[in-house]
């Protein structure tokens, strides 16, 4: 076991947190895994290898309850993943620097955390707005790639980016980041295997897996129940913003 028996309950701690909030709007969690994960991890590619399984176990249950509660159809989906399946591949194939990995995380999380935010303030019409294919294919695939880089599902990019046009109610859109989440995890999972960089210590991981399951369980039931649209909008703000100030400040700009 790489980790000591203390420092393995804190790292699970915080990965049940993260799992419960982040299912709660549509999200694996991946940012702050990674973010958590540097704490404890010198390596990285055990980092990004554990942030995007634990990614894909969270959103498998969430992805499916989205299905069964009829917030999800597959054919509005297919689109975004067509074209970031094979990109996510291609980014999880390049070997990125540490730091240019973490400043390039974090700028986007920040960005869009505000973006997102910015939104639930404003006065502007509700009305959905209908868009042409291309706008699907391209934000896929833009978003497909980017996640590829950092490890991560790209749901959190996904989301701001959606809410902001108007595709769809925001609870829609959380079905569809999950969706999104999911097999862009998977197809990362393969890049990184495929580039020898999948590196797992096993124990950690499946008692990683373990706890996120529990806390993504939990976060989905929050999400179908309790949260209101804005209520979404907002909790993936907060989140998506102090994950990307801190991998920005401190692993990216190593300034904290």
Avoid at 174 to 180: H, I, K, R, T, V
């Amino acid at each position: 076991m790489m980790l000591s028996t203390e420092n393995l309950i804190l790292l699970c701690l915080g990965f049940f947190v993260v799992a419960t909030l982040y299912s709660s709007v549509g999200f694996g969690g991946g940012s702050s895994y990674l973010a958590l994960l540097t704490l404890f991890f010198a390596s990285f590619f055990v980092i990004r290898s554990i942030a995007l399984l634990c990614n894909l176990v969270v959103v498998s249950t969430s992805t499916y309850l989205y299905f069964k509660h009829g917030h999800a159809k597959l054919k509005d989906f297919l689109p975004f993943v067509v074209t970031s399946i094979p990109l996510a591949y291609v980014g999880a194939s390049f070997t990125l620097s540490e730091n240019v990995f973490f400043v390039i995380l974090g700028i986007s999380l920040i960005i869009s955390a505000l973006a997102l935010a910015w939104q639930t303030f404003r006065k502007t019409s509700s009305a959905i707005k209908n868009y042409p294919s291309y706008f699907s294919y391209s934000i896929g695939g833009a978003i497909g790639l980017l996640s590829g880089l950092v490890g991560i599902g790209g749901g959190i990019f996904l989301a701001p980016i959606l809410n902001h046009f108007k595709w769809s109610l925001p609870i829609k859109i959380a079905a569809l980041a999950s969706f999104f989440i999911l097999v862009n995890s998977v197809s990362g999972l393969v890049g990184l295997f495929h580039a020898g960089t999948l590196v797992l210590p096993w124990k950690e991981a499946i008692i990683l897996i373990i706890v996120v399951f529990l806390g993504g369980q939990l976060g989905i039931r929050i999400s179908l129940k309790k949260l209101t649209p804005n209520g979404i909008k907002r909790v993936t703000a907060l989140l998506v913003l102090v994950v990307g100030l801190r991998v920005l400040l401190k692993n990216g700009l190593e300034v904290l």
